[in-house]
C-alpha cells in the first residue's frame, strides 16, 4: 500500500524556520522524483520544489527561492523541505507528491501557518 505521511508543520513567527518530512512507503523511492506542493486558503495549489530521483537535481518556485531547500535521503525513503526566513504569505497545506511519468502520489498535506 502506497503512503507519503507529511509531518513538520505547524505554527511559526515571521522569519522562522519550519523543517517538514515526507516517508514514503510502498513503492520503489528511489525512482520517483520528490515535490512539494502547496494550496494557500481560496488559492490553487501550485509546486513549490522538486527533486529529481536520479541525480537529485533541484529546482524551485521563484517565490521560495533562496528561502527553501529541498532535499531526500533514499536510505530512509524520505523527503524534506526546509523552509527558512518564512513570510505569512507562506501560509499554506502542504503536500507531499512522489511523480514517476504518469504515476503520481500524493500525500494528505501539514499545515503550515506562519503569523506573529
Known amino acids: 500500500q502506497v503512503q507519503l505521511v507529511e509531518s513538520g508543520g505547524g505554527l511559526v513567527q515571521p522569519g522562522g524556520s519550519l523543517r517538514l518530512s515526507c516517508a514514503a512507503s510502498?513503492?520503489?523511492?528511489?525512482?520517483?522524483?520528490m515535490s512539494w506542493y502547496r494550496q494557500a486558503p481560496g488559492k490553487e495549489r501550485e509546486l513549490v520544489a522538486t527533486?529529481?530521483?536520479?541525480?537529485?537535481?533541484?529546482s524551485y518556485a521563484d517565490s521560495v527561492k533562496g528561502r527553501f531547500t529541498i532535499s531526500r535521503d533514499n536510505a530512509k525513503n524520505t523527503a524534506y523541505l526546509q523552509m527558512n526566513s518564512l513570510k505569512p504569505e507562506d501560509t499554506a497545506v502542504y503536500y507531499c507528491?512522489?511523480?514517476?511519468?504518469?504515476?503520481?502520489?500524493w500525500g494528505k498535506g501539514t499545515l503550515v501557518t506562519v503569523s506573529s
Open positions: 510502498g513503492f520503489t523511492f528511489s525512482r520517483y522524483a
Open positions: 507528491n512522489a511523480g514517476f511519468y504518469k504515476i503520481q502520489y
Open positions: 527533486v529529481t530521483s536520479v541525480a537529485g537535481s533541484t
